[in-house]
Every structure is written in C-alpha cells, then in structure tokens.
C-alpha cells in the first residue's frame, strides 16, 4: 500500500503559477498527475518513469506544467506556470508499482494508488 498526501493547490489569476506536492509512502516506477475538471472525465496530464525521470505531457499543457520527483523526499511535483481558467480543476497525483521498462508505457498503466486531490482554481 502506497499512501499519497497532495498539497500546494489555490486560486490563482491566469498567467500565475502553483507547485503542487505529492508526497509518496514508497518508491514507484511510475508516478502521474491527473486532473478532472467539473462535467469532465479525469485525464492524466503528465507522467514521470522515476528512477529515469523520463517525462511526458499531455498536449495542453505542454511547455508550461512541469513534473519531476524528489528521490530523496520520494516527493512528486507539479509546477504549474502559465495557468489558464481551463486548467481549474481537482488535480490528483497518482501511483503505480508495476515494474515499467518502456517509460511511455507510464502513460497508460492503470494507476492504483491515489491521492486525496487538490483544487486548482483559475480565474480570467
């Protein structure tokens, strides 16, 4: 059992920034950051293969989210920069302990263990 605390979410004005964290019981091979906006199915936003800290995003937030994991901590994080009002939403970090040799594969594994979510709201 890998237990997941977020914190780090807020309101914020368009074009501001936020770093969410994730704080993670236990060492996985992928880690992710979801999000699911009110009416809206949760997507994954952007995923991390730990231990080679290869990365990858979806389209929308390309250029502006950036994830990445503190070994040491065993802490994910989330920064946000650019925010826009489409990125509100609860936003969820996520964990899976199957072994994964192809990094892209992070993408879509079935996530297990889940963390309590936190709100981002952005305002126009």
């Known amino acids: 059992q890998v237990q997941l605390v977020e914190s780090g979410g807020g309101s914020v004005e368009a074009g501001g920034s936020l770093r969410l964290s994730c704080a993670a019981s236990?060492?996985?091979?992928?880690m992710a950051w979801f999000r699911q906006a009110p009416g809206k199915e949760r997507e994954w936003v952007a995923v991390i293969r730990t231990g080679l800290n290869i990365t990858f995003y979806t389209e929308a937030v390309k250029g502006r989210f950036f994830i990445s994991r503190d070994a040491v901590q065993n802490t994910l994080y989330l920064q946000m920069n650019g925010l826009k009002p489409e990125d509100t939403a609860m936003y969820y970090c996520?964990?899976?302990?199957?072994?994964?040799?192809?990094?892209?594969?992070?993408?879509?594994?079935?996530?297990?263990?889940w963390g309590q979510g936190t709100q981002v709201t952005v305002s126009s």
């Open positions: 236990a060492r996985t091979y992928c």
């Open positions: 996520a964990a899976d302990p199957t072994w994964i040799d192809v990094p892209a594969s992070c993408r879509q594994v079935k996530y297990v263990y």
